[in-house]
């Protein structure tokens, strides 16, 4: 018998797939960006594997649960955007896939903020 708290994890992590697929229609464009992650468990640095106007979808070592908010940043190159310096953009969002993919944890976040900050 699974107990109360199974039940409303499982429901949230239902839940929180029903929202992705609502959000994953958009267009996906397979960039490679530098980011990184701050999180309880420490900082780390990655790339994205693609990017859409809702999210971005990456691959990392830390274990990321369905639901979870997750802030990084989002290096945009000088000579990409057409600036002098890198322009950040500081994120924060939410878990809303994770799971193994290539021997390491692929992670879909959906953007809820953003602001830009030139360094």
Not at 84 to 90: L, R, T
Request: charged residues 30%.
């Amino acid at each position: 018998m699974m107990s109360n708290e199974s039940e409303n994890s499982s429901g949230a992590a239902k839940a929180a797939r029903s929202r992705y697929s609502d959000v994953q229609g958009a267009a996906r464009f397979p960039v490679k960006l530098p980011i990184h992650i701050k999180s309880q468990g420490g900082d780390s640095d990655t790339e994205s594997e693609n990017i859409s106007a809702n999210g971005v979808l990456f691959q990392c070592d830390a274990d990321m649960p369905v639901g979870s908010t997750i802030d990084f940043t989002i290096s945009l190159p000088a000579e990409v955007v057409g600036t002098e310096a890198d322009v950040q953009v500081e994120c924060r969002g939410r878990v809303v896939r994770s799971g193994e993919q290539d021997g390491r944890r692929g992670v879909g976040v959906v953007i809820d903020e953003y602001r830009f900050e030139r360094k």
